[in-house]
Every structure is written in C-alpha cells, then in structure tokens.
C-alpha cells in the first residue's frame, strides 16, 4: 500500500526549464529524503529533511533547492534544468533519522532533451 | 568513499529454483540494508541486517561484518521476484547517508 505519494511521475522538459517534484507521506514520518537514481540504477542520497531541518546535502548542484512546508511534505525543485538531471527522482521517508525502515514513493522520472 | 559491490549484475532462474546475491563493501558497516525494485520502479525495504543472519519468508539474510560482505538467498524463487535487488550500508547511523550497490536484477522464467 502507497504511503508516499509523488508527483508527477512523469515530466519531459528542454534544457534551461525549471521543474518542480512534489512529495508527500501519510505515515507521521518527521524525516524525508529524496534520492537520484541514474541510468545504471545507482540510487544516490541528494537530501534529507528532519522536522523541516535540512540534514544531509549531498553536494548537489544549485540548481536544485528542496522545500519542506511541514514534515509530511518535501518537493524538489530544479531550476534551468540540465541533460544530465535525466534520472528517476524518488523521495522516500522514515520514522527517525537513524534507525528503522525507508519507504519510497513510486519515483518522478524527469528527461530533459 | 564507501563502496558498494553487488554481484551478479544479473541473474536468470528458472522458477523453484533459488538465488544467491551477494554485496560487498569497501568499510565496516554499521547499518547494512536489502531493498526490492520492481520492474515498474518502486522500491521497499526487504531486510535489515548488519549483522548475523536474518530470515523473512523466503528470504534468509546473511552478513559477516568481519569481512564486510553480505548475501540474500532467495528460496523457491516465483515469477513475482523479478527486479532488482539493492545492496545499502552505512559506516555510520543516518538513514539518509546509506551508500547503494547498483542491484543485481534478477529474472524468474516460469
């Protein structure tokens, strides 16, 4: 049953758009993660949010920049968008920050042509 | 870094038959994960295990820490195993600072 809902699942875009991913659990979760999954599947943390604090940031780029409005909520926005953000984008969530089980959205595939 | 190693990078079976897939890591792994991805891109959590071995249905996890390796057989395997399995560990606590494999995608033919 899906407890982390993303949207859209699907977005096509050219080079230079911004493009906005928006997530949200149903769980009571207080941490929230949104992941890159590239071509060859390599699942890479991008951010991570605890109670609306931003914890983890992986030396992304900045075009990309996460927006978190309450604990159940992490969009990702990506601003002038490049070739290379073509990935699956998955947001996931969890009951704490270091301990027990990561439950993923369905994912956001992005192609930027 | 830490290093992730999952192999094989795929793997074919008949159905009933069982896998073995195997991950290694290139530091101690204090928090060491199973994930399962479907073939329509969702993933879940399969088995947490830093340690010792670790059963679930048809999954049996097995982790040596001392020699940073772990493997997830798959028992009877069924058409619905098809995906792919990814191998995450951390050296520390924090969920979001898990290190992926790239999966071993696995294909059961009936």
């Known amino acids: 049953e899906t407890a982390v809902f993303q949207t859209p699942n699907y977005h096509v875009t050219q080079v230079g758009n911004e493009v906005s991913f928006n997530c949200k659990q149903t769980?009571?979760?207080?941490?929230m993660y949104w992941y890159k999954q590239d071509s060859k599947k390599l699942l890479k943390i991008m951010f991570s949010y605890n109670n609306k604090q931003l914890i983890v940031n992986e030396t992304v780029p900045r075009r990309f920049s996460p927006q978190s409005s309450d604990k159940a909520h992490l969009n990702l926005r990506i601003k002038s968008v490049e070739p290379e953000d073509s990935a699956v984008y998955l947001c996931?969530?969890?009951?704490?920050?270091?301990?027990?089980?990561?439950?993923f959205g369905e994912g956001s595939k992005l192609t930027v042509l | 870094g830490q290093q992730v190693q999952q192999s094989p990078a795929s793997l074919v079976l008949q159905e009933g038959e069982n896998a073995e897939l195997q991950c290694n890591f290139s530091s101690t792994a204090t928090q060491l994960q199973w994930f399962y991805q479907s073939p329509g891109g969702s993933l879940v959590s399969l088995l947490s295990?830093?340690?010792g071995t670790k059963h679930t249905g048809r999954l049996t996890s097995t982790t040596v820490t001392k020699e940073r390796r772990s493997s997830l057989h798959i028992s009877s395997s069924q058409t619905t195993d098809s995906g792919t399995y990814l191998c995450?560990?951390?050296?520390?606590?924090?969920?979001?600072?898990?290190?992926f494999g790239a999966g071993t995608q696995l294909i059961v033919i009936p």
């Open positions: 295990n830093p340690s």
């Open positions: 995450a560990m951390n050296r520390g606590s924090a969920l979001g600072r898990l290190h």
């Open positions: 996931a969530s969890s009951w704490g920050q270091n301990t027990g089980q990561l439950y």
């Open positions: 769980l009571g979760h207080d941490t």
